[in-house]
């Protein structure tokens, strides 16, 4: 199929390839919502100046994160972030869903207040930053992502299920990293309000999984410093090397990891360990009703 042409795109090997936010060939965004990958919103809105200020922010945070840690920087298309009326994204999508990340494109909610917004938006930057797909648009929707990765997650068929791996430690790992842009953000002159700043940087998402995470960085034998940045350069770069330490620390614990994904599989995993503190500290994490 290579140089042929198909709804205007050019296509190489008649595959859809997606790195972060870079979907190629061009064109293909039409063939994601032809399988039903990539949703339409009916009242997409028009961003913001303080919300173009924000995104740009943020990516340069989350630049700054990856330069420390030796990669590159990011560039992430403005036209691939989509500002959603509440309304519609809660009846789309749900209550409890803020956001997501899905085929190179970042879905977010306007929220009432604007430091809302951004904890949304960092996370979901974060995930983007480190998605990768490959898209084969001549097989039925259901069989057409042959690889799916997003940092530590990666996505598995078993019998033709997709199967999505290491999904809340994944998650833990990628609001690790958004807390961390987050202080950079809360740092730009001018951009939040007063004390806003203060409760961007401490108002987490995936509590339980960030806590489970700061006990396996202790738990690899290297010193905490070390440890964080073998397990961001994994997320970064889709390496191993993290999980093949607490491999040797416990043999069942990766494989735990493995198919955990919310606050009740972190506590399983930490009385797994016997982290009695982390335990007790995640039960309080689940019994906590946000106002918000």
């Known amino acids: 199929m290579a140089g042929t042409y198909r709804n205007?795109?050019?296509?190489?090997?008649?595959?859809i390839i997606i790195d972060g936010s870079r979907v190629r060939p061009e064109g293909s965004e039409k063939e994601l919502r032809r399988l039903d990958l990539l949703p339409e919103l009916?009242?997409?809105?028009?961003?913001?100046?303080?919300?173009?200020?924000?995104?740009?922010?943020?990516?340069?945070?989350?630049?700054?994160?990856?330069?420390?840690?030796g990669f590159d920087a990011v560039k992430i298309d403005l036209g691939h972030i989509h500002v959603a009326d509440e309304c519609e994204f809660m009846r789309r999508w749900g209550?409890?869903?803020?956001?997501?990340?899905?085929?190179?494109?970042?879905?977010?909610?306007?929220?009432?207040l604007f430091l809302h917004f951004l904890q949304d938006l960092t996370h979901e930057l974060v995930h983007l930053s480190t998605f990768r797909a490959?898209?084969?648009?001549?097989?039925?929707?259901?069989?057409?992502?042959?690889?799916?990765?997003?940092?530590?997650?990666?996505?598995?068929?078993?019998?033709?299920?997709?199967?999505?791996?290491?999904?809340?430690?994944?998650?833990?790992?990628?609001?690790?990293?958004a807390i961390e842009v987050r202080r950079r953000v809360a740092a730009e002159p001018g951009l939040l309000k007063s004390g806003h700043g203060e409760i961007l940087v401490n108002d987490w998402s995936y509590r339980?999984?960030?806590?489970l995470l700061n006990e396996l960085v202790g738990m690899t034998g290297a010193s905490p410093e070390a440890a964080r940045r073998r397990l961001l350069t994994d997320y970064f770069g889709q390496?191993?090397?993290?999980?093949?330490?607490?491999?040797?620390?416990?043999?069942?614990?990766?494989?735990?990891l493995t198919k955990a994904d919310g606050p009740a599989d972190a506590l399983a995993i930490a009385e797994h360990l016997g982290l009695a503190d982390a335990a007790a500290s995640i039960r309080r994490i689940m019994a906590y009703r946000p106002k918000r």
Not at 50 to 69: K, P
Not at 95 to 112: D, K, L, P, S, W
Not at 208 to 211: H, K, L
């Open 8 to 15: 205007g795109a050019a296509w190489r090997d008649g595959l």
């Open 42 to 69: 009916e009242k997409e809105l028009t961003k913001t100046p303080e919300e173009l200020r924000g995104i740009a922010a943020s990516v340069e945070a989350l630049n700054a994160v990856r330069d420390g840690l």
């Open 95 to 112: 209550v409890v869903r803020r956001a997501f990340t899905q085929f190179g494109h970042v879905f977010v909610q306007r929220r009432f």
């Open 134 to 177: 490959v898209i084969d648009p001549a097989l039925p929707k259901d069989a057409a992502v042959r690889i799916q990765r997003s940092g530590l997650s990666v996505l598995r068929r078993r019998s033709g299920v997709p199967e999505n791996l290491f999904t809340g430690l994944n998650e833990g790992v990628t609001e690790s990293i």
């Open 208 to 211: 339980a999984q960030v806590r």
């Open 239 to 256: 390496t191993g090397c993290f999980l093949r330490a607490l491999a040797r620390r416990d043999r069942g614990l990766v494989g735990m």
